[in-house]
């Protein structure tokens, strides 16, 4: 089974900073866009950000000016650089593989929970 390896959640303050990564196997043919969701408590998966393989990155309003998503094609993995985190940030984070040949692949999420 194809496993997408996560790390970088955690516990933080309001207004502090975490970073996410996660890397993809090379078992992975054709990796298109590499990406962010999250899952709050009682709510469902949302987009965080998405990256194409040119480069063309995507974000939810809520995270704009705030998350940073970066990717290395030749490592093939994709970082999400989270700043001034507030409360509502709160949620398991998955990392997201798309390849044009397989389909999507999803990270296990990791909890990132901030704090007041």
């Known amino acids: 089974q194809v496993q997408l390896v996560e790390s970088g959640g955690g516990l933080v303050q309001a207004g502090g900073s975490l970073k996410l990564s996660c890397a993809a196997p090379?078992?992975?043919?054709?990796?298109?866009?590499m990406g962010w969701y999250r899952q709050g408590p009682g709510k469902q998966r949302e987009l965080v950000a998405t990256?194409?393989?040119?480069?063309?990155?995507n974000y939810a309003d809520s995270v704009k000016g705030r998350f940073t998503i970066s990717r290395d094609n030749t490592k093939r993995t994709v970082h999400l650089q989270m700043n001034s985190l507030k409360p509502e940030d709160t949620a398991v984070y998955y990392c997201n593989v798309r390849s044009i040949y397989s389909g999507q692949y999803w990270g296990q999420g990791t909890q990132v929970t901030v704090t007041s």
């Open positions: 090379i078992s992975i043919l054709g990796i298109s866009v």
């Open positions: 990256s194409t393989t040119g480069g063309i990155t």
